[in-house]
């Protein structure tokens, strides 16, 4: 008999509150804007993309000051 395995997947945190904030702007129970209702798509991407700008500049940054020292 073959062993299956079933991976994890789902729409994680992050969709299932895109999803009920979907749900409750159409349903007239919140007035906010559509950037806030979509926030938990583009927020941790945005918060990623960050952290990989700061990385990139401090690896450039070290690489500069390690030149200029050699």
Same mark, same amino acid.
């Given at each position: 008999?073959?062993?299956?395995?079933?991976?994890?997947? !789902? =729409?994680? &945190?992050? !969709?299932?509150?895109? =999803?009920?904030? &979907?749900? &409750?702007? &159409?349903? !007239?129970?919140?007035? @906010?804007? @559509? @950037? @806030?209702?979509?926030?938990?798509?583009?927020?941790?991407?945005?918060?990623?993309?960050?952290?990989?700008?700061?990385? $990139?500049?401090?690896?450039? $940054?070290? !690489?500069?000051?390690?030149? $200029?020292?050699?």
């Amino acid at each position: 008999m073959a062993d299956v395995q079933a991976s994890g997947g !789902g =729409i994680g &945190l992050c !969709g299932a509150t895109f =999803i009920v904030f &979907l749900i &409750l702007k &159409l349903t !007239g129970h919140i007035t @906010w804007s @559509w @950037w @806030w209702v979509t926030a938990p798509l583009w927020i941790p991407t945005a918060l990623a993309l960050g952290i990989l700008v700061i990385v $990139l500049l401090f690896m450039l $940054l070290a !690489g500069i000051i390690g030149a $200029l020292i050699k």
